[in-house]
């Protein structure tokens, strides 16, 4: 009984494996919101999301080994001695805001980077060219670090080693006067729209992206901001149609081909 409890569990873990990403093929569009996670500190992620956080500036870990819930929440009037680590944010107050949005917070102690990841897996028959990705960067806290904080796009064909998505996936909040929280979260909102990541996925592979928060320059990273990404609208785009030409003289000659046929004279 223990061996065949054993094998079930084994098998549900298998299967339940294979389906932990987001499905997309060329053509059709896939959205997360994040409201779905809930308002708990410890909330999980969607399939196929996760989340890490490290003590490097500026660096990325790998999608096998980042976690897949948050660990603390924040929204409204966060305060200046808020503690580090991953957040599940919510615009309005913390612990029942519906609209919900998952981010970091940086401390002298911790958090000097967070990830956001996702796998995205090509389940039609052919292959995907390109990308269009929008989604929003929300502030949740203000903070008075000179070099500001940023959050920039990377993506990866196997969630270990990263590339840059470049300058239309970066956004970057300059210091702010004070750490003090917004007494209406997020305070600031800023939308990436549109952007094309050039990347060709095979049907049948994954690609990983990665939204990484840290301070925007140098090793620094205490007074920081809390921010957040939330509204994820990701469009697979694939190969063009082919036109086809057909000349006049082709019609015209279908054209009488099919009224023989039909009126049973034939050749």
């Known amino acids: 009984m223990r061996k065949t409890l054993f094998i079930i569990m084994l098998t549900l873990s298998f299967i339940g494996g294979l389906f932990a990403q987001v499905n997309i093929q060329a053509g059709l569009t896939v959205t997360e919101n994040l409201d779905g996670i809930g308002t708990t500190a410890t909330a999980p992620l969607p399939a196929g999301w996760k989340v890490d956080k490290n003590n490097s500036v500026r660096t990325l870990g790998t999608y096998a080994a980042a976690v897949t819930a948050t660990e603390k929440i924040g929204g409204n009037n966060m305060s200046t001695t808020a503690s580090q680590g991953i957040y599940n944010y919510g615009a309005g107050p913390a612990a029942t805001a519906e609209d919900r949005a998952v981010g970091f917070l940086s401390s002298g102690s911790g958090t000097k980077s967070g990830n956001v990841y996702v796998q995205l897996t090509n389940n039609g028959s052919s292959a995907i060219n390109s990308f269009t990705i929008s989604y929003n960067v929300e502030k949740y806290r203000m903070g008075t670090n000179p070099a500001g904080f940023s959050i920039q796009m990377y993506y990866s064909a196997d969630g270990t080693t990263w590339t840059t998505a470049g300058s239309s996936f970066l956004t970057s909040f300059p210091a702010d006067a004070s750490t003090s929280g917004y007494d209406s979260a997020p305070g600031d909102t800023v939308s990436v729209t549109n952007a094309i990541l050039s990347y060709s ?67």
């Open 201 to 267: 996925l095979p049907a049948g592979s994954s690609l990983y992206l990665a939204w990484n928060y840290s301070v925007t320059s140098g090793t620094t990273v205490t007074n920081a901001q809390g921010l957040g990404i939330d509204d994820v609208s990701i469009t697979a785009t694939g190969a063009a149609s082919p036109t086809i030409f057909v000349s006049c003289l082709e019609l015209f000659c279908n054209y009488w081909n099919l009224y023989f046929l039909f009126s049973g004279l034939g050749y």
